[in-house]
């Protein structure tokens, strides 16, 4: 019960000691892994929309750059011709080609175009820039997409009805002229009396963004403004100069430029992307319904045309062309799974360390406790030993001293009880003695005959009280072995008597088997064997009784008188040899108690 308490004692401070810290520490870094893992996780689809936000606040600065750019182009460079300036003109008139059919467009723009408002049955005029070859049939591409749109803003009427004012700006008459006179530079040269130093107020209308999806399925992005002159005949002029007649009769007309859809809502945001987003952070196009997500990512999504500003005549046409900021965050996932895997590493690494230690105290605490049990038993058993015999010799020479002894065999009776408990008595310091003497023994083994050592203790051997309690059986042709005399008879005293205390020989019996004493050889080593009928010794104690002061039981149950040295004597006697000493089972009963000596080869 001492022994439990006091283990448990130590396994509990060993537990609040290192255990209960270690597993806390443990647990409270596994919770700011966690708690940052998920914060790192929250933080991801706030980054995703922030990639989203800068993708297409740089792709509406981009397109603000070219609508300012265009908003400042004159009305009138949408023509074959325009005068070098806008300044009133003095007394000639020099046309030059415009910009819209001189240059390259610039990025982005397919196309320019002109349409008479008030007409819807009048020519479309679209303009493709300096591509010269072949630019006609180019132009000629884009008339339906432009009457397609025209159609478009008729048929919506409320979009017509939301332009924005700006206030009229005079124009010199002659640039309107050419510009309106539809490249007819031989009628301008003509009026040019009724033209230089004419100006004519125009009133031009802010550009307005429009998308649509046409019928056949592609998106179109037109950007356009509304021009507007409200004159009566203004000039006097010869009714047969067709280039002035707009100019006196007013014009409204719508002009502006068709956008390259794929440039702008498939390759420029791409290009941003490229500068504005991290590398865990991608672009992605959802085209149609059968893109697949990836399983570790979150994404923020955008419809460029909304962003944008464009109007759109169908309320579905503002998600065309969506786009996603996608975020992989495999690598996240992956880092955390990495720290988590390192940190179960540790963890098992200190649980097997914290096991072996508390194993190793155990075991440590056990031994002490053991040793301890077995100096308390001693102390017991030999402070027995000691009483008894002490006891019976004083109680004998009492009653010698005071006559209680009447006659002669009484007498004899009591000296002989005197010697013999005196006898117990040196044998118990002998022991004692001798245990300590053999521990720091200096005696060489020398190469003896084991049988003739055994053969002259024979008479030693024997019983006290003359019974023949003990047979002989010495193998022939064994060969020298290395041994002490007196060890040998140490070994042999203390096992005979050992069986003569546990397993003594049964009287009463048809055929008492007496206690064996035998040598053999087994092939190897010289075995001298002491063979009893008595209890065995069960199993589990039998690599114990070998230890001093080490008795089976506890002295409470034990009815045997003894004091656990005997058989730790015979095992010293038997490492001075060099001899391995051992207990069996014997068959059919009883124990077998052995030694095995070095043979001289
Ligand atoms: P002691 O005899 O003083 O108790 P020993 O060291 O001689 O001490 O014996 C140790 C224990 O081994 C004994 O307590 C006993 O239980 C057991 N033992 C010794 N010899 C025998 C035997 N021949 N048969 C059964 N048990 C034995």
């Known amino acids: 019960m001492i022994r439990f308490k006091t283990t448990r004692t130590a396994l509990g401070l060993y537990g609040t000691l290192l255990v209960l810290p270690t597993l806390i520490f443990g647990w409270l870094y596994w919770r700011e892994l966690l708690k940052a893992h998920e914060v790192e996780m929250a933080s991801v689809p706030e980054d995703a929309e922030d990639g989203a936000r800068k993708i297409w606040t740089s792709l509406k600065a981009r397109m603000d750059d070219l609508i300012e750019a265009e908003t400042n182009r004159p009305f009138t460079e949408y023509g074959e011709y325009v005068l070098p300036s806008l300044e009133p ?11 819209m059919t001189e240059r390259t467009l610039p990025a982005g723009i397919l196309a320019y175009f002109r349409f008479d408002r008030s007409n819807p049955a009048s020519p479309v005029d679209v303009f493709v820039g300096d591509d010269t070859f072949g630019r006609k049939g180019v132009a000629e591409n884009f008339v339906p997409i432009i009457e397609e749109f025209r159609n478009k803003r008729d048929s919506v009427t409320v979009l017509t009805n939301i332009e924005p004012q700006r206030p009229p700006q005079a124009f010199p008459l002659a640039a309107v002229a050419l510009s309106l006179g539809n490249g007819d530079l031989e ?6 009396a009724y033209l230089i130093d004419e100006s004519i107020t125009v009133r031009v209308y802010d550009f307005r963004l429009q998308f649509y999806v046409d019928q056949d399925g592609f998106g179109r992005a037109v950007v356009s403004r509304r021009v507007r002159a409200e004159i009566g005949p203004l000039i006097d002029a010869p009714a047969e100069a067709g280039c002035l007649a707009p100019l006196m009769k007013g014009f409204d007309l719508q002009q502006g430029f068709l956008l390259d859809v794929n440039w702008l809502f498939k390759e420029l945001p791409f290009t941003i992307a490229e500068h504005v987003l991290d590398a865990k952070e991608s672009l992605v196009r959802r085209d149609g319904a059968g893109t697949i997500d990836k399983l570790e990512s979150r994404f923020a999504t955008f419809y460029p045309v909304e962003k944008l500003g464009f109007e759109t005549f169908k309320s579905s046409d503002l998600r065309f062309g969506q786009l ?14 990495h720290q988590q895997r390192n940190l179960f590493a540790v963890g098992l690494m200190l649980v097997l360390t914290l096991a072996t230690g508390m194993s190793l105290l ?3 605490v ?8 077995r100096t308390q038993n001693f102390v017991a058993a030999v402070t027995h030993e000691l009483r008894t015999p002490v006891s019976t010799i ?7 001293l005071d006559g209680w002894a009447v006659d002669e065999e009484k007498r004899q009776e009591y000296y002989r ?7 117990r008595l040196s044998t118990l310091v002998e022991n004692v003695l001798e245990k300590s003497r053999l521990k720091e023994s200096v005696t060489e083994p020398e190469l003896s005959d084991l049988n003739e050592v055994v053969r002259r203790l024979e008479k030693d051997l024997a019983s006290g009280d003359g019974s023949e309690d003990l047979s002989f059986d010495l193998a022939p042709r064994l060969p020298q072995v290395w041994l002490t005399p007196e060890g ?26 007496p206690i064996l004493v035998r040598t053999r050889w087994d092939g190897e080593r010289a075995l001298l064997e002491v063979l009893d009928r008595g209890p065995g010794v069960p199993a589990p104690e039998k690599g114990r009784i070998f230890d001093a002061f080490y008795r089976v039981g506890s002295e409470a149950t034990r009815t045997t008188t003894g004091t656990g040295l005997g058989l730790h004597l015979v095992k010293l006697h038997a490492d001075v040899a060099g001899a391995r000493v051992s207990v069996h089972d014997r068959e059919g009963g009883g124990s077998i108690f052995r030694l095995a000596y070095r043979a001289s080869v």
Do not use: W
């Not at 009880?417 to 006898?423: K, L, Q, S, Y």
């Open 394 to 400: 004083r109680l004998h020479g009492e009653m010698l």
């Open 417 to 423: 009880r005197i010697v013999r408990e005196t006898g």
């Open 488 to 513: 040998v008879r140490g070994v042999l005293l203390n096992l005979v008597e050992n069986a003569r205390k546990y397993a003594p020989v049964d009287r009463n019996a048809s055929e008492p088997e």
């Open 362 to 364: 155990y075991r440590s």
């Open 324 to 337: 996603d900021v996608e975020i992989d965050t495999s690598e996240i996932t992956a880092r955390f799974d």
């Open 187 to 192: 009628c301008i040269k003509k009026c040019s």
């Open 89 to 99: 003109i003095g007394d000639e008139i020099r046309p030059q080609r415009s910009a």
């Open 366 to 373: 056990s031994r002490e406790l053991e040793q301890a049990h």
